[in-house]
């Protein structure tokens, strides 16, 4: 599964010299997901939603890891950092829905009010 997941990064434009760090970001989050996963499901259970889920988390990691390409400005006087947004953010997001039939629980629940 690794290899597929690093496959489609490759596909989506992960620079092949950080071939390490890729190796290590693919398994970590492969782990992360498999973890996320309904209790009985497998990454095999969720088709091509899984290495394509993982890719996009994958690539959002490896972007953060990139350094400051997306500075526009730094003040060091009361220290401030401006940041233009990257082309790949709201990408966990979408890799997130992507598995949601498979994904155990979220962190969302409903309380009951008193009436």
Not at 1 to 20: F, K, S
Not at 43 to 70: H, I, Q, R, W, Y
Not at 108 to 113: A, E, I, Q, S
Request: net charge negative; aromatic share 6%.
């Amino acid at each position: 599964m690794t290899q597929r997941i690093i496959a489609l990064c490759r596909a989506m434009g992960a620079p092949e010299d950080r071939e390490e760090l890729l190796l290590l970001l693919a398994q970590a989050v492969e782990e992360q997901l498999a973890g996320r996963l309904k209790a009985g499901v497998t990454p095999e259970d969720c088709s091509a939603a899984f290495p394509l889920a993982a890719a996009m988390l994958v690539m959002d990691a490896l972007e953060e890891c990139g350094g400051n390409g997306d500075v526009t400005s730094f003040t060091a006087g009361e220290l401030t950092i401006h940041r233009e947004p990257k082309a790949g953010q709201g990408r966990s997001q979408q890799a997130l829905n992507l598995l949601s039939p498979w994904l155990g629980d979220t962190g969302f629940f409903f309380r009951g009010v008193r009436g």
